[in-house]
């Protein structure tokens, strides 16, 4: 029987410049290493303007942890992902990737991938949502209108979403699909106080061990401290529902 437990972990790399204001992207790869997980999604994963070229170094990336990038067709210029967030998984195999354009103030996206991992098939979205409410609010909703849409099937959402607010409008209209986040505070990365980064799963799933990943390197590597847990798979003949 396929493992039941999958590492999951969001990390915002912050352009791989971190709280001494140094870019350093083998400091990020060493504190993605450190995370030890299966899906990682990362926001910040390329530069923003100009040619939106990719930041890390993905084969380097592969070789020392496992983790491979989800390729995107038709992505911006040489960015690695998709409005900055990209996905890595460890074996596993892609089915689809779906680019979202998110409406809002600011350009954003989000990358929605079907995948099996360790045996299992998952929908992973990875985000990254606007610095205006208004936005947010509007950016949660086309995503799970665009949900409504598809086959069910166990979903993970993980992202720096940019939300601090418990009674958050984006909040109330994420609990329409998932289940209610753990709250774990992961910015600002040297003294940590609002939950901006969040994991989020359907009923198909339980996040167990969710905590900030707080080691000396990622208090340095990014402003932000990645997030980890583990997504428990519901078995069928216990799953209740979507």
Same mark, same amino acid.
């Given at each position: ?28 790869? *060493? ?5 030890? *997980? ?111 849409? /598809?086959?069910?099937?166990?979903? /993970? ?13 984006? /909040? ?23 939950? /901006? ?18 080691? *000396?390197?990622?208090?340095? *590597? ?21």
């Amino acid at each position: 029987m396929p493992d039941r437990d999958i590492a999951v972990a969001s990390y915002n790399i912050h352009k791989g410049v971190g709280t001494d204001r140094r870019r350093d992207l083998m400091r990020t790869a *060493a504190v993605i290493g450190e995370l030890g *997980a299966d899906v990682v999604a990362l926001q910040e994963a390329d530069r923003r303007f100009g040619d939106r070229a990719g930041l890390l170094d993905l084969a380097a990336l592969k070789r020392d942890t496992g983790l491979a990038p989800v390729e995107i067709e038709g992505r911006m210029g040489l960015a690695h992902g998709w409005h900055g967030n990209l996905l890595l998984l460890r074996d596993a195999e892609v089915e689809e990737v779906r680019k979202i354009v998110l409406p809002g103030f600011e350009p954003r996206g989000a990358l929605m991938t079907d995948a099996v991992v360790k045996g299992h098939p998952i929908r992973v979205i990875a985000a990254h949502l606007g610095l205006l409410p208004g936005s947010r609010a509007s950016q949660t909703r086309a995503l799970l209108d665009l949900l409504d849409t /598809l086959d069910p099937r166990p979903t /993970l959402l993980m992202g720096d979403l940019n939300e601090w607010r418990m009674r958050a409008t984006s /909040l109330t209209h994420l609990s329409r699909h998932f289940t209610a986040s753990v709250t774990v505070r992961s910015f600002p990365s040297r003294y940590p106080m609002l939950a /901006l980064d969040r994991m989020m799963t359907c009923s198909r799933g339980q996040l167990v061990d969710v905590t900030p990943h707080d080691s *000396a390197l990622a208090r340095k *590597a990014s402003d932000h401290l990645p997030i980890k847990a583990r997504l428990r798979l519901t078995l069928p003949q216990q799953m209740t529902g979507s």
